[in-house]
């Protein structure tokens, strides 16, 4: 397996940004474009004279040359203050010192608090749920009980990664199914590529459609200044369409390794790879039977994100009720696992530690807008960008953005970091070009998780080195369906710019 460089890590990279972001308010003329926003049930236009509010309607809009429909001012799908094209100022220049440097990230942490304290509680609540082994055992009892359906298996467990990923973020937690599954589809006869394609294939495509990840999609639409649900219904259906062909892509390939086993990948690129779990006849440790606790803790985290997102839709909620609902399923499974009040609050406060990275990168990247912003650069950035792409046609555009974002996650493979870096400068500019805002974040999602099939810097390698396979084994299967999937989401976003 290829030695991979060390990369600083994603804080590190945000720093480094922010810092850069300060040179830039010494180097770029300082300007800025008249902005529109909504309080209170009002636009209000800000300009360098002050503020002046105008008629809450359509026809203020269309005067101002902003292609925005009135609906999403008055949803609230659009949060965060529009520019307005044509109104573009130079004003005097306010470079940034070291010791706004330093006070970025503080800044962009209070900014961002909402957004923080949701990642920690789902953090919390994914800990507090995972030390019940509900999920292990619902996989395992399901492997047990289509003993000798393997193909009815792969169907349902792929679905099931796929899910996991798309709605709360599973990714890492996916390593834990690789010592159940492997000796299970060993013994069924095939090789060790079938459960690999199982759990990270299943995993990565379900971070490409991620209908309400709350560390891609979530984040993304929230520094963009769009609503999460702009957009979801496309990514329902694009999870439909790239799970069904993982599936049958994943089906084909097992069939004709049980066919005839001298047709697997890894026996001819390979050889003979020893499995690293035990696969004797003695190790059956699925489980038989779910107790009724269990599947009540499985209802209720599958409950728990369901009902996330319908009372977003239902109920306008945000950040706070979401947060609160997390909450709520975290102690209601600590009272069905009778488990005493100090160890709830220890695992509780662990889980949050394991985002709290997470946490701190999308404050710490909001801090990159905040020099930016107190700089006066951001607009100019937005101005002499706009005057390159202007005239560009939607569809290359866009195009364009995709690609941006699948090279640019070599750099950063945080889904969070990424968003909240880049979603501020590219969500502003996609409205002044016209560009829906949730085919932007569209974009970065698609682009982002496409190369998760195969960057370095994604877990890969860690799931390459679970199953004893090497990277080149890996990269001769994924890369056709790779490419299907890069067609797919390329189609999905052009359809989707002029829709």
């Given at each position: 397996?290829?030695?991979?460089?060390?990369?600083?890590?994603?804080?590190?990279?945000?720093?480094?940004?922010?810092?850069?972001?300060?040179?830039?308010?010494?180097?770029?003329?300082?300007?800025?474009?008249?902005?529109?926003?909504?309080?209170?049930?009002?636009?209000?236009?800000?300009?360098?004279?002050?503020?002046?509010?105008?008629?809450?309607?359509?026809?203020?809009?269309?005067?101002?040359?902003?292609?925005?429909?009135?609906?999403?001012?008055?949803?609230?799908?659009?949060?965060?203050?529009?520019?307005?094209?044509?109104?573009?100022?130079?004003?005097e220049s306010k470079p940034q010192s070291l010791l706004k440097v330093l006070q970025a990230p503080i800044k962009g942490v209070y900014d961002s608090i909402d957004i923080v304290?949701?990642?920690?509680?789902?953090?919390?609540?994914?800990?507090?749920?995972?030390?019940?082994?509900?999920?292990?055992?619902?996989?395992?009892?399901?492997?047990?009980?289509?003993?000798?359906?393997?193909?009815?298996?792969?169907?349902?467990?792929?679905?099931?990664?796929?899910?996991?990923?798309?709605?709360?973020?599973?990714?890492?937690?996916?390593?834990?199914?690789?010592?159940?599954?492997?000796?299970?589809?060993?013994?069924?006869?095939?090789?060790?590529?079938?459960?690999?394609?199982?759990?990270?294939?299943?995993?990565?495509?379900?971070?490409?459609?991620?209908?309400?990840?709350?560390?891609?999609?979530?984040?993304?639409?929230?520094?963009?200044?769009?609503?999460?649900?702009?957009?979801?219904?496309?990514?329902?259906?694009?999870?439909?369409?790239?799970?069904?062909?993982?599936?049958?892509?994943?089906?084909?390939?097992?069939?004709?390794?049980?066919?005839?086993?001298?047709?697997?990948?890894?026996?001819?690129?390979?050889?003979?790879?020893?499995?690293?779990?035990?696969?004797?006849?003695?190790?059956?440790?699925?489980?038989?039977?779910?107790?009724?606790?269990?599947?009540?803790?499985?209802?209720?985290?599958?409950?728990?994100?369901?009902?996330?997102?319908?009372?977003?839709?239902?109920?306008?909620?945000?950040?706070?009720?979401?947060?609160?609902?997390?909450?709520?399923?975290?102690?209601?499974?600590?009272?069905?696992?009778?488990?005493?009040?100090?160890?709830?609050?220890?695992?509780?406060?662990?889980?949050?530690?394991?985002?709290?990275?997470?946490?701190?990168?999308?404050?710490?990247?909001?801090?990159?807008?905040?020099?930016?912003?107190?700089?006066?650069?951001?607009?100019?950035?937005?101005?002499?960008?706009?005057?390159?792409?202007?005239?560009?046609?939607?569809?290359?555009?866009?195009?364009?953005?995709?690609?941006?974002?699948?090279?640019?996650?070599?750099?950063?493979?945080?889904?969070?970091?990424?968003?909240?870096?880049?979603?501020?400068?590219?969500?502003?500019?996609?409205?002044?070009?016209?560009?829906?805002?949730?085919?932007?974040?569209?974009?970065?999602?698609?682009?982002?998780?496409?190369?998760?099939?195969?960057?370095?810097?994604?877990?890969?390698?860690?799931?390459?080195?679970?199953?004893?396979?090497?990277?080149?084994?890996?990269?001769?299967?994924?890369?056709?369906?790779?490419?299907?999937?890069?067609?797919?989401?390329?189609?999905?976003?052009?359809?989707?710019?002029?829709?």
């Amino acid at each position: 397996m290829p030695k991979i460089t060390n990369l600083p890590s994603p804080l590190t990279i945000l720093f480094g940004v922010i810092l850069l972001a300060s040179i830039g308010t010494w180097l770029i003329p300082a300007g800025q474009y008249n902005k529109l926003s909504v309080r209170e049930k009002t636009f209000i236009v800000t300009t360098s004279a002050g503020e002046k509010i105008v008629p809450f309607n359509q026809k203020t809009l269309d005067s101002l040359h902003l292609n925005i429909a009135f609906e999403k001012f008055e949803s609230g799908d659009i949060r965060k203050p529009v520019s307005i094209p044509g109104t573009y100022q130079t004003l005097e220049s306010k470079p940034q010192s070291l010791l706004k440097v330093l006070q970025a990230p503080i800044k962009g942490v209070y900014d961002s608090i909402d957004i923080v304290f949701f990642i920690l509680i789902m953090g919390s609540f994914v800990y507090v749920f995972n030390e019940t082994k509900a999920i292990e055992k619902g996989v395992s009892y399901l492997a047990k009980s289509m003993k000798g359906r393997e193909p009815i298996l792969i169907v349902f467990l792929v679905i099931i990664f796929s899910f996991c990923r798309a709605s709360y973020g599973m990714e890492e937690e996916a390593l834990v199914f690789y010592p159940i599954l492997v000796p299970l589809f060993l013994k069924a006869g095939y090789d060790l590529l079938v459960p690999l394609s199982i759990i990270f294939g299943g995993t990565t495509v379900g971070g490409i459609a991620a209908f309400s990840n709350p560390f891609s999609t979530i984040i993304a639409s929230n520094a963009a200044g769009i609503n999460w649900l702009d957009g979801i219904y496309q990514r329902l259906f694009l999870f439909v369409i790239l799970t069904t062909i993982m599936i049958f892509y994943i089906l084909r390939y097992a069939k004709k390794v049980k066919n005839d086993p001298t047709q697997s990948m890894v026996f001819k690129i390979d050889g003979l790879v020893k499995s690293p779990y035990d696969v004797s006849p003695d190790n059956d440790t699925e489980i038989n039977q779910l107790s009724a606790k269990t599947k009540l803790l499985l209802f209720i985290f599958l409950f728990t994100f369901l009902g996330m997102i319908g009372g977003v839709i239902l109920f306008d909620w945000w950040t706070l009720e979401m947060t609160a609902l997390i909450l709520a399923s975290s102690i209601l499974v600590g009272i069905i696992m009778r488990m005493n009040e100090k160890v709830f609050i220890s695992q509780f406060i662990k889980g949050a530690e394991s985002l709290l990275s997470v946490a701190l990168i999308v404050g710490v990247a909001r801090g990159v807008t905040i020099i930016l912003n107190d700089g006066n650069v951001s607009d100019s950035i937005l101005y002499y960008t706009t005057n390159l792409v202007q005239g560009m046609p939607a569809a290359i555009f866009i195009l364009l953005l995709l690609l941006f974002f699948f090279l640019f996650s070599l750099c950063i493979s945080s889904t969070s970091g990424m968003a909240v870096l880049t979603m501020p400068i590219i969500g502003a500019l996609a409205i002044i070009v016209n560009i829906p805002g949730k085919e932007v974040v569209n974009s970065y999602v698609y682009g982002m998780n496409l190369m998760c099939f195969i960057s370095p810097t994604s877990l890969i390698l860690p799931s390459l080195a679970m199953v004893n396979l090497s990277y080149k084994v890996w990269i001769k299967f994924i890369m056709p369906i790779l490419f299907l999937f890069t067609i797919i989401c390329a189609l999905f976003l052009i359809v989707g710019v002029y829709s």
